[in-house]
């Protein structure tokens, strides 16, 4: 929306909508995140870097890159994917897809692994870490 739309509206229209905006990124939010997954962060460094894995959660996934964070998103959208499959959603070629899948998984938020010869990926579950 422009500023030039916006100082047409009425402090009502306005309003109403923000409202929507905020409707729109609660609904999103709540795709991401079930409800009984845990908001909050570790915030102790050796947390950080103990265990096998952290998965994501929201502030995970809001402190990531940009491009990080779209491609997880699309990630948790299909499910277990390849880097072909999630690059025809985000419009980017595979191999880029695929590098930012392996960053993913070297931040241990997501895992890879190998069916034949197609290489998968998925979002980690932090109650089923392996």
Do not use: W
């Amino acid at each position: 929306m422009s500023s030039d739309q916006i100082e047409n509206m009425s402090e009502k229209e306005i309003l109403v909508q923000i409202l929507k905006t905020l409707i729109s990124i609660d609904q999103r939010m709540d795709r991401l995140v079930p409800g009984d997954v845990s908001m909050t962060r570790k915030t102790s460094i050796e947390d950080d870097n103990e265990g096998p894995s952290t998965g994501l959660d929201v502030m995970t996934l809001l402190s990531l890159p940009e491009h990080l964070r779209t491609t997880a998103t699309v990630l948790f959208e299909l499910g277990e994917s390849t880097a072909e499959d999630i690059s025809q959603v985000t419009l980017k070629e595979g191999a880029v897809e695929s590098g930012y899948l392996n960053q993913l998984v070297r931040m241990r938020h997501v895992k890879k692994y190998r069916a034949g010869r197609k290489v998968y990926f998925c979002i980690i579950d932090n109650k089923n870490i392996d």
